[in-house]
């Protein structure tokens, strides 16, 4: 249609003011666009005059009458709509949200006020929550009561200190509702334990304490210290599932070792560290000499990192013989400490301190370094080196070791790393993953204290070993209980049978010896042969054909 050449202005409902510009050829294609580019619903040119004279142009024809009409529908509705309503929506959605989630954060806030209102009940109360016991605050409360009549002559009283052990293997195993429900167990057993007028408490954790009170003897001390053993250690029902776990107590008296909380405390929990290094399951009573170890303790604190650092460590060898006796196979690494003031410190002292203080690892790369560079003296021998559960844990353990062989240049094929359970316990995908790295570059691996742990076939289906070691708290028994005879055969049997081979550790005498052989043990570790000596020591061994047959031949 031919329009001529307009311009007329033009008001939209929604947008004001606008100018149209028609030009001479309008297709409707171009009319469509139009009234998109102005969001109109619709432009058209008619020849009758529209309804609606808002939404409609007259158009001249060139005599100055009407031509035609251009009408449009003002706006596309919904369009209109949400142009007016838009905000209005977004303001109702944000005012709605924000009501919900402050009354979201309100009943959250409140149900954390009741829990903590509920805690704080408890603990004003003196109670312990999981348990029912008294809290340690009552506890230490009534200790100081009972301290403050402790010299009067029915005023004495004994602590004891109570620590669970594997306990945290059940919760890593179990869960932590097995575990608080075993935790509640141990509680109701202890209280049926002790006589009206003592107090149990638990600490928190898997701690508990005992106060003994009415002046009792030693002898009744020690009658409670049994049966708490004894009952703890018989198995718990727990969730269906039937638990062991074990506990050491430490033990002090008052007015005989302290008058104060303070140091009543810190000697019972000397005599529990105590008892649980003297090997868990036993209770200790305090003593003087316990101080030794105490000082030990501050000293391996204080000097250990230097000493590290200073190469003052030294490691001994003890070596591993054929099952006849006659021929070394390997040796194994074992640390010692040459203290300037507290002479030769076996590692039983300061390996576990060390796991506390974060040194385990600079002193497990120090002695595997050393291991792997004093060992390639002895050629045909194996290496076995002990590793630590918390060395072995950490995420750079199998990069140290292979650093470590490639540094030293030691063949990683006469290396054999000596682990525990306590390794595979805690993360055992993870354990695995590290030892399939391990024995892919031909490092082997042995069980170290077999038959001590937690639940020792299931790792020895699940893991790669190529070795047990048979602890040698079953030897030591050997003689005594035919049990454990029994037990060091059937381990020995179990080993053979899953095609790894089985080390006995702690041979002492030739009776054991002519034991092991007989059930088929490979290889004997033990002071009959010879005790951890230095490296010059197994120099000597080794220019011998037949080391020991001459103690051999004696016995
Ligand atoms: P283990 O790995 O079970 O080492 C064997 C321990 O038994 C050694 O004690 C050894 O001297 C002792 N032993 C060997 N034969 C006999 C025997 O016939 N009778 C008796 N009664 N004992 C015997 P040691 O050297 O005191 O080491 C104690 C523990 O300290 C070791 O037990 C091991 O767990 C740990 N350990 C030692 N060196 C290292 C180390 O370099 N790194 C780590 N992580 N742990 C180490
Ligand atoms: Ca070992
Ligand atoms: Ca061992």
Same mark, same amino acid.
């Given at each position: 249609?031919?329009?001529?050449?307009?311009?007329?202005?033009?008001?939209?409902?929604?947008?004001?003011?606008?100018?149209?510009?028609?030009?001479?050829?309008?297709?409707?294609?171009?009319?469509?666009?139009?009234?998109?580019?102005?969001?109109?619903?619709?432009?058209?040119?008619?020849?009758?005059?529209?309804?609606?004279?808002?939404?409609?142009?007259?158009?001249?024809?060139?005599?100055?009458?009407?031509?035609?009409?251009?009408?449009?529908?003002?706006?596309?509705?919904?369009?209109?709509?949400?142009?007016?309503?838009?905000?209005?929506?977004?303001?109702?959605?944000?005012?709605?949200?924000?009501?919900?989630?402050?009354?979201?954060?309100?009943?959250?806030?409140?149900?954390?006020?009741?829990?903590?209102?509920?805690?704080?009940?408890?603990?004003?109360?003196?109670?312990?929550?999981?348990?029912?016991?008294?809290?340690?605050?009552?506890?230490?409360?009534?200790?100081?009561?009972?301290?403050?009549?402790?010299?009067?002559?029915?005023?004495?009283?004994?602590?004891?200190?109570?620590?669970?052990?594997?306990?945290?293997?059940?919760?890593?195993?179990?869960?932590?509702?097995?575990?608080? %429900?075993? *935790? @509640?167990?141990?509680?109701? =057993?202890?209280?049926?334990?002790?006589?009206?007028?003592?107090? +149990? $408490?638990?600490? &928190?954790?898997?701690?508990?304490?005992?106060?003994?009170?009415?002046?009792?003897?030693?002898?009744?001390?020690?009658?409670?210290?049994?049966?708490?053993?004894?009952?703890?250690?018989?198995?718990?029902?727990?969730?269906?599932?039937?638990?062991?776990?074990?506990?050491?107590?430490?033990?002090?008296?008052?007015?005989?070792?302290?008058?104060?909380?303070?140091?009543?405390?810190?000697?019972?929990?000397?005599?529990?560290?105590?008892?649980?290094?003297?090997?868990?399951?036993?209770?200790?009573?305090?003593?003087?000499?316990?101080?030794?170890?105490?000082?030990?303790?501050?000293?391996?604190? %204080?000097? *250990? @990192?230097?000493?590290?650092? =200073?190469?003052?460590?030294?490691?001994?060898?003890?070596?591993? +013989? $054929?099952?006849? &006796?006659?021929?070394?196979?390997?040796?194994?690494?074992?640390?010692?400490?040459?203290?300037?003031?507290?002479?030769?410190?076996?590692?039983?002292?300061?390996?576990?301190?060390?796991?506390?203080?974060?040194?385990?690892?600079?002193?497990?790369?120090?002695?595997?370094?050393?291991?792997?560079?004093?060992?390639?003296?002895?050629?045909?021998?194996?290496?076995?080196?002990?590793?630590?559960?918390?060395?072995?844990?950490?995420?750079?353990?199998?990069?140290?070791?292979?650093?470590?062989?490639?540094?030293?240049?030691?063949?990683?094929?006469?290396?054999?790393?000596?682990?525990?359970?306590?390794?595979?316990?805690?993360?055992?995908?993870?354990?695995?993953?590290?030892?399939?790295?391990?024995?892919?570059?031909?490092?082997?691996?042995?069980?170290?204290?077999?038959?001590?742990?937690?639940?020792?076939?299931?790792?020895?289906?699940?893991?790669?070993?190529?070795?047990?070691?048979?602890?040698?708290?079953?030897?030591?028994?050997?003689?005594?209980?035919?049990?454990?005879?029994?037990?060091?055969?059937?381990?020995?049997?179990?080993?053979?049978?899953?095609?790894?081979?089985?080390?006995?550790?702690?041979?002492?005498?030739?009776?054991?010896?002519?034991?092991?052989?007989?059930?088929?043990?490979?290889?004997?570790?033990?002071?009959?042969?010879?005790?951890?000596?230095?490296?010059?020591?197994?120099?000597?061994?080794?220019?011998?054909?037949?080391?020991?047959?001459?103690?051999?031949?004696?016995?």
């Amino acid at each position: 249609m031919d329009l001529g050449r307009i311009t007329t202005p033009l008001t939209s409902p929604i947008l004001g003011p606008l100018s149209l510009v028609a030009y001479r050829r309008v297709s409707s294609t171009t009319l469509a666009e139009l009234a998109a580019g102005y969001r109109m619903g619709e432009i058209r040119l008619v020849t009758a005059r529209p309804d609606d004279p808002v939404a409609s142009l007259p158009i001249a024809a060139p005599d100055g009458g009407v031509a035609t009409w251009l009408t449009w529908t003002p706006a596309r509705p919904g369009d209109v709509m949400l142009e007016r309503f838009l905000w209005a929506v977004i303001a109702i959605a944000v005012l709605f949200s924000g009501i919900f989630i402050f009354i979201v954060q309100r009943l959250r806030a409140s149900a954390i006020q009741i829990a903590l209102r509920e805690r704080e009940i408890h603990r004003l109360a003196g109670q312990d929550e999981l348990s029912g016991l008294p809290n340690r605050r009552s506890f230490d409360i009534a200790l100081d009561t009972a301290l403050s009549k402790a010299e009067s002559p029915e005023g004495g009283l004994a602590v004891l200190l109570i620590d669970l052990d594997r306990f945290k293997a059940v919760n890593d195993t179990y869960g932590h509702i097995a575990g608080d %429900d075993l *935790l @509640r167990q141990v509680a109701q =057993r202890l209280l049926g334990l002790v006589s009206p007028g003592d107090v +149990v $408490s638990r600490f &928190g954790g898997d701690e508990f304490g005992i106060i003994q009170s009415r002046s009792p003897t030693p002898a009744r001390t020690a009658t409670l210290a049994g049966s708490i053993l004894d009952s703890l250690t018989e198995p718990f029902q727990v969730q269906g599932v039937e638990i062991t776990i074990g506990c050491s107590v430490g033990i002090a008296s008052a007015p005989r070792d302290g008058t104060d909380r303070q140091t009543v405390l810190r000697l019972a929990d000397t005599a529990l560290y105590e008892a649980k290094n003297g090997g868990r399951n036993r209770y200790a009573v305090f003593q003087q000499q316990m101080n030794r170890s105490l000082q030990v303790k501050r000293m391996v604190e %204080d000097d *250990l @990192r230097n000493a590290i650092e =200073r190469d003052e460590l030294q490691l001994h060898y003890q070596p591993q +013989v $054929s099952a006849d &006796g006659l021929t070394i196979v390997g040796v194994e690494a074992l640390v010692r400490w040459p203290h300037p003031r507290h002479g030769m410190v076996p590692p039983s002292e300061f390996i576990g301190i060390a796991e506390e203080r974060g040194l385990i690892m600079p002193l497990s790369e120090w002695v595997l370094r050393r291991a792997c560079t004093e060992a390639q003296r002895w050629p045909g021998l194996r290496l076995a080196v002990n590793v630590s559960p918390i060395q072995f844990r950490h995420k750079d353990f199998v990069a140290n070791v292979l650093r470590i062989i490639e540094e030293t240049g030691f063949d990683p094929t006469r290396l054999e790393l000596e682990l525990t359970e306590g390794v595979l316990i805690e993360d055992a995908d993870a354990a695995e993953a590290a030892m399939m790295d391990i024995r892919a570059q031909g490092v082997g691996l042995a069980l170290d204290d077999f038959g001590t742990g937690y639940s020792s076939l299931i790792y020895l289906r699940r893991f790669a070993f190529d070795k047990i070691k048979i602890d040698r708290i079953f030897l030591e028994y050997m003689e005594a209980t035919g049990e454990s005879a029994i037990l060091v055969h059937s381990m020995a049997h179990l080993g053979c049978a899953l095609g790894l081979r089985v080390c006995a550790e702690g041979v002492e005498t030739a009776e054991q010896h002519r034991f092991l052989q007989a059930v088929g043990c490979h290889e004997l570790q033990g002071f009959l042969f010879s005790k951890p000596v230095p490296p010059a020591q197994i120099d000597q061994l080794l220019l011998q054909e037949k080391p020991f047959a001459q103690i051999l031949a004696a016995a």
